[in-house]
């Protein structure tokens, strides 16, 4: 597949270097240029602008803070279109770094799908620490996504057993709040010095 990120931060380099090794073909790009440089030496792919990052691709990753999303948005073009039928995985949570507090009335999914008209975006990847897609040795894990496109929903699960994940589809994209909100749940308790798998019941088989 031919994948867009945009972002340039640990998740980003994480999925580029998880999905190169799988074969795919990586093209990144973000506000620094540089970093975007280095991630695709890295992963065997290229740099571009925004703009042609998304250009006819399979899928786009939009990996960037809460506060970054309409910035690099508007930057790729996507306010005018530009992700129209594409398949866009959303991982951000909008909360507040080590407290988890909401930050918005509605999810980051949410706002991605009406910043870009006719993406069809994916709530997925928003949980994970980035290392947990670069370790050969980690075990794999659930990755609770959403979305209303069945398209996309199938490219994206195909790019998280591609990472090393087993997909878990919860429904439509009205759910991406709820999977940000359990965000914010993990990330207050482990700010706070509690382990969060300590507070979730073990449910038998």
Known sequence: MRIGILGTGTLAAALAESWARAGHDIEVGGRSPEKALAIAEKVGGHAAHPR???????????????????????????????LRGTPVIDPTNAVEHGV??????????????????????????????????????ASPVTVAM????????????????????????LGPLSRARQLEEAAGFVIGLAFSG???NSAVPRVGS
């Open 52 to 82: 042609e990052v998304v250009r006819d691709k399979d899928s786009v990753l939009l990996a960037v803070s809460w506060s970054g999303i309409e910035d690099m948005l508007r930057s790729a073009g996507a306010t005018e279109g530009a």
């Open 146 to 169: 959403c979305g209303d496109a069945p398209e996309a929903v199938r490219v994206a699960c195909g790019l998280v057993r591609d990472a090393g994940g087993n997909p878990a589809v």
């Open 194 to 196: 509690f382990d969060p």
């Open 100 to 137: 988890g507090v909401l930050l918005a009335e509605t999810s980051a999914a949410e706002r991605v799908a009406e910043l870009a008209p006719g993406a069809h975006v994916v709530k997925a990847f928003h949980l994970f620490a980035a290392d947990q897609w670069t370790r050969p040795d």
